[in-house]
């Protein structure tokens, strides 16, 4: 976590939301992102799809068991449904998103039993770090 915490500064430094995510399976870091909505002028460049995105062109399989995705955020519908398509075995996140997070802050959307496959999860992980970062980065900007 405190790697995507590094990603999450990387973000604030080009003017996006501070987000970092990494995938790691078996102790090996598959792929990273951070956010860059604004600097690619894509709206699913969220720092989970582009470290999903990395991940996949490494293994050359966008399946990816047995991995372990870390975001510094919880994440929104997308991002949740990306995972699960992914195969992404457990998410482990800093901050609650009380607005957009579907993990557990509006809607508990990897409980749900329909999916095709289920993701673990864990928050809570260094959420103070990561509120921190967030707080910093959007009181500089009103």
């Known amino acids: ?77 997308m991002c949740v449904g990306a995972m699960v398509h992914a195969r992404v075995e457990q998410l482990v996140f800093g901050a609650a998103e009380p607005k957009a997070g579907v993990v557990c802050s509006r809607h508990p959307l990897l409980d749900e039993a329909w999916f095709n496959h289920q993701v673990s999860w864990q928050g809570g992980v260094l959420a103070d770090e990561s509120t921190a970062r967030l707080q910093r980065f959007f009181q500089a900007r009103r």
Do not use: F, K, Q
């Open 1 to 77: 976590m405190r790697r995507a915490l590094t990603l999450a500064d990387r973000a604030a430094d080009d003017g996006e939301v501070p987000v970092g995510a990494l995938v790691v399976r078996d102790g090996e870091v598959l792929g990273e992102g951070w956010n860059r909505v604004i600097s690619a002028a894509d709206p699913s460049a969220h720092a989970e799809i582009i470290a999903l995105r990395a991940a996949a062109a490494r293994v050359g399989n966008y399946r990816l068991p047995g991995a372990l995705l870390y975001v510094t955020l919880e994440p929104c519908t």
